[in-house]
């Protein structure tokens, strides 16, 4: 199946500080979601970008499907930005998400 | 509001009993899935469903089961035969609509074993 892998695992910054999250995969896809799971686990939709580039506030993301890769980019933490993030991709012939094991997010005041 | 529902929040249960998972959407959509989530892992499929009456295995079906008898609602039943049930578990919903399947997730349960 489809391997998905997130970088760096863990990630610790100063609030205010900018960051880039990397997420590899090693097929074609035809869905590429972002997502923040918060401390209470909740999963929240960050963007939707199978290919192209999306901006949203201080966040935005980028996937070269030719290369296979996605990066995420968080400008300006917020001590709010703390949690898991997740990349998660869906290959052609198939119908479910494969998620990276995440990279970890540690926003200090 | 539309969105998902996902009861109760969380789960104790006593090994040998089969535990039922809520899970209710009001988005309308036709795809439906069961994620299972251990501690600093991602999340890996147990079962979806894309039409009502109808249902697949994920990667992880052993020792659970699913019905699907109505659009708006996926319950998942842990059973006994499930070796390790404690977990955090998360529902999805999606519009498989052609190139476009966004997954939406609800707030989860986590079921422990005692």
């Known amino acids: 199946g489809i391997q998905v892998e997130q970088s760096p695992p863990d990630l610790i910054l100063q609030e205010g500080a900018n960051s880039t999250l990397r997420c590899n995969f090693s097929?074609?896809?035809?869905?590429l979601q972002w997502f923040h799971q918060n401390p209470w686990g909740q999963l929240i939709n960050l963007f939707y970008i199978p290919s192209g580039t999306k901006q949203n506030g201080r966040l935005s993301a980028t996937t070269v499907a030719t290369e296979r890769y996605s990066l995420l980019y968080i400008s300006s933490s917020q001590t709010t930005d703390s949690g898991v993030y997740f990349c998660a991709v869906v290959d052609f012939g198939n119908e479910k998400l494969t998620f990276g094991t995440g990279t970890r997010l540690t926003i200090i005041p | 509001d539309g969105g998902i529902t996902q009861s109760p929040k969380y789960l104790f249960r006593k090994e040998g009993q089969n535990v039922t998972l809520s899970c209710e959407q009001n988005l309308n959509h036709d795809a439906m899935y069961w994620y299972r989530q251990d501690p600093g892992q991602g999340l890996r499929l147990i079962y979806y469903?894309?039409?009502?009456?109808?249902?697949q295995k994920g990667d992880i079906a052993e020792g659970y089961s699913v019905s699907r008898e109505k659009k708006e609602s996926f319950p998942l039943t842990v059973t006994s035969a499930q070796k390790n049930p404690t977990a955090f578990y998360l529902c999805?919903?999606?519009?498989?609509?052609?190139?476009?399947?966004?997954?939406?997730f609800g707030p989860g349960t986590r079921l422990t074993v005692l």
């Open positions: 999805a919903s999606s519009i498989p609509s052609g190139a476009y399947n966004e997954q939406f």
């Open positions: 469903s894309q039409i009502v009456n109808d249902f």
């Open positions: 097929d074609s896809v035809n869905n």
